[in-house]
């Protein structure tokens, strides 16, 4: 399994990723499934991946393949608008899946993958798209400022509660720690290095980012002071009524 | 959809459970999801649903005609063992799914139901189980002291960081509480009201109970208390290096 999500907010965009894969609970390995193109001044887009990783990395040489072919129809510098990299992405995985789709049938295993893929081209906004394995996508939006594949709900319910479009790029990056942190704790399929990239809006250029192990500390303190902030807000929730009385 | 949680702490149990199901979205209802089977000194019992709204409500019904009929072969008030009950439950369920399950096979629909029961019999200790739409069964244990059905997922990082063997009957309560409200908050099919019972270890009596709605006071000053607590546990992590720096 995996977890990855994006937040949009009106500064620019956070990514964070896990890095943990695995085919059955005794093959768990850890891969990368945060990828950054830029091209400065021009355009600076992020990748995330979840699912096959088989599909994933052959979508990821797909693109670098047709970044190389200076006769490719299509790749990621060329496409005017966002969602034309999206619908592009959409397709490779489809194309991919579709090739191995009879064998993988046979063995009940799946070639599923998603994508979200944000950024900014130059004179367009800021944008992220979710791509589903079927290849059609779908966008952040001001109601709904983030997008998450793979391993979604033990992160969800922070992202609900603090992600709206005036956070800050700073805040909006620590909830997707947290987020990425809760997902760690409840799905021993989702593990760290977390990856996190933020783009700031019309920079156009390469998204400040790092990777934090279990032993950052930047990491640490993260989670010893969430876990000691949140057990300060429970001792804080109201009492029943026979505790008052004592 | 619905979320219902069994807690079993060193000084009891603590059951909670949503109130909302649907068949589809265009049809949503309100249903109390919990049931109390008690004979005070004797054994005192707490049942919660979860799944097909006709498979639960039928064992329901089941359960009550065999504690009616002098001459059923099992009934709630016989088994010795609370897994006696818990296999008997189960053994209701897997009939009740059998007996409907061509017919609902034709309109791609599931009879599948999960059930949580707890309590505690006269001379024994008092315990919880999980009983799966299979009719096989777990118990919580030290390690794993609470049980999930149905939308588990977002109220489990909660149950994750607060809850140990050791934890108080009212902290066990807040805390499911919070587990079921952040899966309000992320899922629209899991709806007030709430309910709640907490079942005193060797009191064999009826545990106490409640009813909470979306205007509850308690209920809105436990939402109100966390949110304000969540937002500053969060204010207070970590600065990023050039945060710092301001």
Redesign the interface.
């Known amino acids: 399994m995996t977890y990855c999500l994006a937040i949009h907010v009106n500064n620019g965009l956070v990514f964070a990723s896990d890095s943990r894969t695995n085919a059955g609970v005794d093959y768990v390995a850890t891969y990368s499934k945060m990828f950054r193109f830029v091209w400065p001044g021009e355009r600076s887009v992020v990748l995330l991946t979840a699912g096959s990783l088989a599909t994933s990395q052959a979508v990821v040489n797909a693109i670098k393949s047709d970044l190389e072919d200076p006769d490719a129809s299509f790749n990621l510098r060329k496409g005017k608008h966002l969602y034309d990299l999206a619908s592009y992405i959409g397709g490779l995985s489809q194309k991919e899946q579709q090739q191995h789709a009879q064998a993988l049938e046979k063995s009940n295993a799946s070639p599923e993958a998603s994508f979200i893929i944000g950024g900014q081209i130059a004179g367009k906004a800021c944008e992220a798209y979710m791509i589903y394995p079927q290849g059609n996508y779908i966008s952040a939006s001001e109601d709904t400022p983030y997008l998450q594949i793979g391993e979604n709900?033990?992160g969800?319910?922070?992202l609900?509660?603090?992600i709206a479009p005036d956070t800050s790029l700073?805040?909006a990056?620590?909830?997707a720690m947290?987020s990425i942190d809760?997902t760690v704790?409840?799905n021993i399929s989702v593990g760290l290095p977390l990856e996190l990239a933020i783009y700031t809006n019309d920079s156009l250029d390469e998204p400040w980012h790092n990777k934090y192990r279990a032993l950052s500390p930047?990491y640490k303190?993260?989670q010893k002071?969430?876990?000691?902030?949140?057990?300060?807000?429970?001792s804080?929730?109201?009492?029943?009524d026979w505790?008052k009385e004592d």
């Open positions: 709900k033990y969800k319910p922070i609900d509660r603090i700073e805040d990056a620590r909830c947290i809760s704790r409840s930047m303190s993260m002071q969430w876990n000691e902030g949140l057990r300060q807000a429970f804080g929730l109201p009492r029943f505790e």
